[in-house]
């Protein structure tokens, strides 16, 4: 029951806060308007299409009332939560608020690149609860890691301006993962992201769309967080 529960919660969370997310990539506030709508037939939603996955499962990936396509963005994104809820818990209060609150992060994070490609810095704040969760500590670098950082940011700094490869908010994610978690798992997170990229792009998922980093980066999160 503890983890029925949880998974709710998150997936009550994530449906907020990406709703949040891409009303303000299209100007307008998260509480108005007061009630969700179809974004092609802007007819008001009933309830139970606005249930996170079983509302886009029920309407077999189209709007009840126009038959539009729903992206799938959002069923994907609460099915990724739902999974990494229930993978993650180890059924402890602060751990697993912690948990939530960093997968809502990275929901509200990822969904505003996904519209907008724009990442808002002070969303990036919350991502400090990676070092409870991954116990990290950056004190413990030796110089040796130090200088791997140093090397790391420059480049990371060179490819974002220089080649315009990365963008600004997913080379401060990055940052962030550098500080927090190390060389090594940061690599590995980005390993994981560059692969799921290249999946994108060979089946060809939204053709002549340029692909977001950050969502990438955050499934890759989720397989590194113990």
């Keep these: 029951m503890y983890l029925i529960f949880l998974i709710i919660i998150s997936e009550i969370g ?5 709703l949040t997310a891409f009303r303000l990539t ?3 506030t998260p509480w108005l308007p007061r009630h969700s709508y179809c974004d092609n037939c802007h007819q008001q939603l009933h ?3 606005l249930i996170p996955i079983l509302g886009y499962v029920i ?3 189209n709007c009840h009332f126009c038959r539009q396509v729903i992206n799938p ?3 994907g994104s609460e099915l990724v939560i739902a999974v990494a809820t229930s993978a993650l818990a180890n059924y402890h209060l602060l751990h697993d608020s912690e948990l939530v609150l960093l997968l809502l992060t990275l929901a509200f ?3 505003t690149d996904f519209y907008d490609q724009f990442i808002y810095c002070w969303g990036l704040l919350p991502l400090i609860l990676l070092i409870p969760l991954t116990q990290s500590c950056w004190f413990r670098f030796s110089c040796y890691h130090v200088s791997i950082l140093l090397v790391a940011l420059l480049f990371l700094i060179m490819l974002s301006r220089g080649l315009g490869g990365l963008g600004s908010g997913d080379v401060e994610l ?3 993962l ?17 692969v799921l990229m290249l999946g994108w792009w060979l089946i060809k998922v939204h053709p002549g769309r340029q692909m977001p980093f950050f969502p990438a980066l955050a499934v890759g999160i989720l397989f590194v967080v113990p």
């Design 14 to 18: 994530t449906s907020f806060v990406m």
């Design 26 to 28: 299209i100007g307008q």
């Design 47 to 49: 309830w139970w299409q």
């Design 59 to 61: 309407q077999r990936g």
């Design 73 to 75: 963005f959002i069923f």
């Design 109 to 111: 994070l990822s969904t």
């Design 174 to 176: 990055i940052t962030i």
């Design 178 to 194: 550098l500080l927090i978690m190390g060389p090594c798992q940061a690599a590995l997170i980005v390993l994981i992201a560059s």
